[in-house]
């Protein structure tokens, strides 16, 4: 399958501080990438859809202004989690995808970002 | 109701066992259905893909959607320990459209 890779794998930052988090598709050109959030124990909850060159969509409940997110290419999205606050401590994946010409989009998964923030 | 429902279980079975997972969800307008794989703090690998209602199998995985009852199905046969994760079912509308994830169900196969 195709090669997402997401960095930093996990990243500790003190309270107000700000972080960010890529997603690169390595060998393919992904339209579009999706940011997920994960709680333990709980699903993948969407919080954006960015598009190469345009502004994000974000889900209701989702601070725009707090998770920045850029995509600036066809293979790099970035999130940035401005002003961290220990509630935001989670655990972070995007998902890039790619359509393979008989109707099917294939979503690939970055390895995903544990964020603490203390 | 949720869009996607999923037993987070745990389910555990011993080695050799036929394993079932299953989801439910509400959305008629969901066409594509996937199941991924989550090892502890990794990102989902996707295991199987079905496009509307049949059934499809690959190895020891067979993949079952049922829109007519908005249900669909994950087998693993002759499980293994190294089956031992978390399955999410996940679907979406047409293309472009973002996945939406069951919550997830923990499976432990123990040898």
């Known amino acids: 399958g195709a090669v997402v890779s997401q960095h930093p794998s996990w990243v500790i930052c003190k309270s107000g501080t700000s972080v960010k988090i890529e997603c690169r598709s390595l060998d393919f050109q992904a339209t579009t990438m999706f940011w997920y959030r994960q709680f333990p124990k709980q699903s993948l909850m969407l919080m954006a859809t960015?598009?190469?060159?345009?502004?994000?969509?974000?889900e209701q409940g989702v601070e725009k202004d707090k998770f920045l997110i850029n995509h600036a290419s066809l293979t790099l999205s970035t999130l940035t989690v401005t002003s961290a606050h220990p509630e935001d401590s989670s655990f972070y994946i995007c998902?890039?995808?790619?359509?393979?010409?008989?109707?099917?989009?294939?979503?690939?998964f970055g390895q995903g970002t544990r964020l603490t923030v203390v | 109701q949720k869009e996607v429902e999923q037993d987070p279980g745990p389910l555990s079975v011993p080695e050799g066992a036929i394993v079932s997972l299953n989801c439910t969800y509400s959305n008629s307008a969901f066409q594509y259905f996937m199941w991924y794989r989550q090892y502890s703090r990794k990102g989902p690998e996707l295991l199987m893909y079905?496009?509307?209602?049949g059934n499809k199998e690959d190895g020891r995985f067979t993949a079952q959607v049922d829109k007519s009852s908005k249900y669909i199905s994950l087998f693993i046969r002759d499980s293994q320990p190294s089956d031992s994760a978390t399955y999410l079912c996940?679907?979406?509308?047409?293309?472009?459209?973002?996945?939406?994830f069951g919550k997830g169900t923990t499976l432990s196969v123990s040898s």
């Open positions: 996940a679907m979406r509308g047409q293309a472009g459209t973002a996945l939406i």
């Open positions: 998902s890039a995808s790619r359509e393979r010409g008989t109707g099917v989009t294939e979503a690939f």
């Open positions: 960015s598009n190469e060159g345009s502004k994000a969509t974000y």
């Open positions: 079905t496009y509307s209602s």
